[in-house]
């Protein structure tokens, strides 16, 4: 499965600690930045694929699962520290799922908005990867 955890710089204080992501952190450009909160625990997000769209999922606060599926495996990742990203790089299904009280996710994109770029049938989602095949 082609994914990445990233462990984000981490300045550790008495007073609190502090992560950040700037310079060459991520592998591609910071274009579009959003957050997901208020989600009710039995909600589900994503359900979808990106063509060139790259994607950075960090666990503000709170954890959720996220399901990667590329179209020959299925993997679940949980996400719970505000220093650990996941890169979700093209041509993946994602679902978020599983989500606690108070979860955030941060999601950092290599592109800002496109529809045309989204897959959201999984059967589509699997034709599309076995002609990248």
């Given amino acids: 499965m082609n994914y990445e955890i990233l462990q984000l710089p981490k300045i550790e204080d008495v007073r609190g600690n502090i992560s950040v992501i700037e310079k060459d952190i991520l592998p591609y450009p910071i274009k579009r930045v959003y957050y997901l909160y208020d989600i009710p625990s039995n909600a589900h997000r ?22 990667l599926d590329n179209g020959n495996e299925r993997k679940s990742v949980h996400l719970n520290k505000p220093d650990k990203g996941l890169i979700i790089p093209s041509g993946v299904w994602r679902e978020l799922e599983n989500f606690s009280s108070g979860a955030v996710c941060l999601v950092i994109a290599s592109k800002e908005y496109d529809e045309s770029d989204y897959i959201r049938d999984f059967d589509a989602f699997l034709k599309y990867t076995n002609q990248r095949e």
């Fill in 46 to 67: 994503g359900g979808h694929a990106h063509i060139e769209l790259q994607q950075c999922l960090i666990a503000l606060s709170g954890s959720f699962d996220v399901v």
